[in-house]
Structure formats: C-alpha cells, structure tokens
C-alpha cells in the first residue's frame, strides 16, 4: 500500500500548499511505514522538487484541458488503483473541495477535509480537525481501510526531507470533458489568502474605499496580504477575493493585523487560528480585543500611518 498525494499546479507552478500536502503526506507515510507518490494532472515547471518534500516517486498524467472536476476525481481515483495506495491527501483549496467528496465516493472510504494537523494511528487512523467554527479540535477516526484526507493550509511548515525526483509519465486514458470554459479571470501578483503567512485586514471603520491606501502602504511594508470585512466586500469596497470570516475564506496566518473590524463571531470564525493577532480600534469595548494578542485602541487614520512608517524604520535598520 501507499500515501497518494495529488498536487494542483495552477499555470504550470506548485503553490506552497501543494509542498505543505506532499510533505504531510510523506509524513503520513512514513507513520504508515509505507511509500509516498505525488501525482501530477497536466504540466508542471517544478515537479522534480516534489521529492525534496518527502516523495518517493512523481508520477505525471498528461492532460491539457482545463480543471473538471470528475474527470480530475476520475484520474486521481484511477492513479490511486494503480498505485495500490490506501491514502488520497488533497489540498483543502477550492479545486480540493470538489475532488475530495467525489474521490471518497469512488473509492468507497471515510473523508476528513480541513485537517489541521498530521494524522496518528490509533485503533484507526485518526486525524485532527478544527470545529466549532476553530474553538475547539477534534479527532476523527477512519474507520475504512482506506482514507480521503483534504490539509487546511499553513496547518503544518513543509521541510525538505528529500531529494529530486524524476517524473514518470502515466499513460492513464482520460476521458473528454463535457465543460468548456469561456473565459477565466484569476488574481495575479499576490500570495493567495489561504497560504499567506501574513494578512493586514481592514473594515468599515476604513470610512471608504478612498481611504484604502494606508492599509495597502502597511501591507506592503509587511509583505502582506490584504484582507477585508464582509461588509466592506457586499459594498464594493474591496473585491469579494479578500473576504475573510466564516462565509469567506477562512485562514491561519501567522500574523493578522484587523483595522477597524468590531469583530463580529462570523469574521472571528474565519481568523480566529492565526498564530497572532493585532487589533487597531478606536471603541475599546470592540469584541475582537477578546480574541486579540495584542491591542491598539486609538484612531486608525493615526496609528495604521505611524506603524507603516515604524515598520519601514525598522527595515532601514536591519
């Protein structure tokens, strides 16, 4: 038997939560005692490095289409028949949400999306995830031979444990897709919200689109990426992308600076597991300085422009 690890590769690259799944799939191999295969769907500039992150093996199945979804779940089914693997491991993204469930259908097993942490074989296998919208974690148990396992990002620091591989071309048959895609628009230049490490996000305490500016400045100070409330995103205010919080996309930075957001229980859902947290607020009763490592009460238009302007000090200096 074997760990099978499926890696997205969106514009021919491998995202760093593609690396962050291969290695938890290594992992999970190695706790298995058992061998780790990354698979590859179309083309990829960087596969050979998948072996620095844990693979044994890479195997690449050609494909030029673009993502459709069952035939993806078709050919990453497929693959694991091939390779005898008792374990599927998928990025939780939103191409990994649809996959997951239909992989798990297919091959008749239990699925854990959203883990947060490596597996531990108990009784069964058995891996953690965040609940109760991220109070709390539990321990889920598979109690098939077989698991689907999807991995929430930054839920664990991928290390190089390996060396490069050289890709095996499978001669896997792949239906036609019944999808045709008319136009795609995607976001350039900018570390995606799920795998930023750190996020400056901002709220109607911002006043106005107009005053966007000063959270950009911090942003970029920090080598950030930019967040926002729901209401400023239903406004328009800020594109629907950078919506964090429970009906958004919810993430785990190791850093989070909130401006101007009171901290309403369905944003908190959404950030609550980054690794620290920073509140600029103006109302110190604001929820969110209950789930705050740090605080700032005080004007935001004054505090955001002196600590862009700390952080470029500190930069000079080091």
Request: charged fraction near 20%.
């Amino acid at each position: 038997m074997s760990v099978l690890v499926y890696i997205e590769t969106p514009g021919g690259k491998i995202k760093k939560s593609g690396f962050e799944a291969m290695y938890y799939g290594a992992k999970t191999a190695e706790m298995l005692k058992t061998t780790c295969i990354g698979l590859i769907i179309g083309e990829s500039e960087a596969s050979n490095q998948l072996g620095k992150y844990g693979a044994t093996r890479v195997v690449q199945v050609p494909h030029k289409g673009d993502f459709d979804a069952q035939i993806f779940a078709d050919i990453i089914y497929k693959s694991a028949i091939a390779q005898n693997s008792s374990v599927v491991i998928l990025s939780h993204t939103a191409d990994g949400k649809c996959l997951t469930g239909r992989i798990a259908v297919k091959m008749n097993c239990g699925l854990v999306s959203a883990a947060c942490g490596l597996p531990e074989m108990r009784s069964q296998l058995c891996i953690p995830k965040m609940v109760f919208s991220g109070k709390a974690k539990a321990w889920y148990n598979i109690l098939t031979d077989k698991a689907v396992i999807s991995v929430s990002g930054n839920s664990i620091q991928p290390q190089i444990i390996g060396q490069d591989v050289t890709p095996e071309i499978s001669n896997l048959e792949i239906a036609d897709s019944k999808i045709k895609v008319i136009s795609r628009k995607t976001v350039e230049g900018i570390v995606p919200l799920p795998e930023a490490e750190l996020v400056v996000s901002a709220g109607r305490g911002m006043k106005g689109p107009e005053n966007w500016n000063i959270v950009e400045e911090l942003a970029k100070s920090l080598g950030a990426t930019t967040a926002c409330s729901r209401p400023v995103a239903d406004t328009g205010w800020r594109p629907h992308h950078e919506h964090v919080g429970q009906t958004g996309v919810a993430i785990k930075p190791n850093l989070y600076i909130a401006i101007g957001i009171s901290g309403a229980i369905q944003h908190l859902a959404g950030v609550n597991n980054s690794k620290t947290i920073v509140v600029i607020n103006k109302d110190p009763e604001a929820p969110f300085f209950k789930a705050a490592d740090y605080g700032i009460v005080g004007d935001l238009f004054e505090v955001v422009p002196k600590l862009t302007t700390a952080v470029n000090k500190f930069k000079q200096g080091h």
